[in-house]
């Protein structure tokens, strides 16, 4: 039976968006008896599950599914809370002899799994909330000057041109009192896997990419994207730098109800805004993830993961 013989086998499933890996995952799961567990930061949140690209119900309903939706809209998701997050669930998984499929495209959460994270102490919300507030209206480049003035180590392995990462420097700097850099070069904290792990990246040609992401975009608007999207700027609860409010072309979809852009334009700027992300996401699967063994289509990396589950679950002893 393939599912003993698969038993406690754990499957990263990484990739580009718009790639297939869900439909692959989801594939796999019903093949081998596995639980389809989700490593993409924005699918955490229970919000906006037709412009995350959640599974559907009807998906769910064919697997076990795991950690899609179980954040709400105003928590902060983060690296080390998706780790005691996924933690019980890997651990469920190796109690009832399932392979984990734990399948998304934020490389940070798999590269955290393989290779641990480093221990930076949680950042207090006031903190965040206060040097966030202060820093709207500051051009990057200020920002990084700033941030070379207290902390030149971490600031020269920063562009000057990304905020989002030189006011996690900063914010790290101003709660710890220590560098970033510092605690990167720390002992990193791993989690215990509950088997052999595997590996594969689908990374289909851009233009097939950015063709995908520009129909997926059309279809979420036709579904309903832009009424969830509404829903959510109704409420009074969000701060204006939540994560979910970042998701790929969320920015450009909230312009158009917003009335600061016609819907066709929104649409292009946010078929622009996916293919950067594809970009750098294949950037950061080239260099940091170059475990994950890549493939343009679906059908030979589900060959080949069918195949390496069964020869990782037969050496771990499955």
């Known amino acids: 039976?393939?599912?003993?013989?698969?038993?406690?086998?754990?499957?990263?499933?990484?990739?580009?968006?718009?790639?297939?890996?869900?439909?692959?995952?989801?594939?796999?799961?019903?093949?081998?008896?596995?639980?389809?567990?989700?490593?993409?930061?924005?699918?955490?949140?229970r919000d906006l599950r037709i412009l995350t690209a959640r599974p559907t119900p009807a998906d769910e309903a064919l697997a076990p599914?795991?950690?899609?939706?179980?954040?709400?809209?105003?928590?902060?998701?983060?690296?080390g809370r998706w780790l005691e997050l996924v933690a019980p669930v890997l651990?469920?998984?190796?109690?009832?002899?399932?392979?984990?499929?734990?399948?998304?495209?934020?490389?940070?959460?798999l590269e955290a799994l393989l290779a641990g994270i480093a221990p930076i102490p949680d950042i207090p919300a006031t903190v965040r909330t206060r040097l966030r507030a202060a820093a709207v209206d500051v051009p990057a480049p200020e920002l990084h000057r700033r941030l070379a003035a207290r902390d030149p180590v971490m600031a020269a392995r920063l562009r000057p041109s990304d905020p989002q990462r030189i006011l996690r420097a900063l914010e790290v700097l101003e709660a710890t009192g220590r560098s970033l850099a510092e605690w990167q070069a720390a002992p990193r904290r791993r989690l215990a896997l509950p088997g052999p792990v595997v590996g594969l990246a689908?990374?289909?040609?851009p233009a097939l990419v950015a063709q995908r992401s520009e129909a997926r975009l059309a279809r979420m608007?036709?579904?309903?994207?832009?009424?969830?999207?509404?829903?959510?700027?109704?409420?009074?609860?969000?701060a204006p730098d939540a994560p979910i409010l970042r998701a790929t072309g969320v920015p450009e979809l909230t312009a158009v109800l917003e009335g600061?852009?016609?819907?066709a334009e929104g649409l292009s700027r946010a078929a622009a805004a996916t293919r950067r992300y594809a970009k750098r996401q294949r950037t950061f699967l080239r260099h940091r993830l170059a475990?994950?063994?890549?493939f343009a289509e679906p059908e030979a990396a589900g060959r080949y993961?069918?195949?390496?589950?069964?020869?990782?679950?037969?050496?771990?002893?499955?």
């Open 221 to 238: 608007v036709a579904e309903g994207g832009l009424d969830e999207l509404r829903r959510l700027l109704a409420r009074t609860d969000l």
């Open 65 to 79: 599914h795991a950690l899609y939706g179980v954040l709400d809209a105003a928590e902060t998701g983060s690296v």
């Open 1 to 45: 039976m393939l599912r003993r013989v698969m038993r406690a086998a754990v499957l990263l499933i990484g990739g580009t968006t718009a790639s297939g890996k869900s439909e692959l995952a989801l594939r796999l799961a019903q093949a081998a008896g596995g639980v389809v567990v989700n490593a993409d930061s924005m699918q955490l949140y």
């Open 291 to 294: 475990a994950l063994r890549s």
């Open 260 to 263: 600061r852009l016609p819907l």
């Open 305 to 318: 993961a069918l195949e390496a589950l069964r020869a990782a679950s037969q050496h771990g002893g499955g």
């Open 202 to 205: 689908l990374v289909p040609p």
């Open 91 to 109: 651990e469920r998984c190796r109690a009832e002899g399932r392979p984990a499929l734990v399948v998304g495209g934020t490389g940070l959460y």
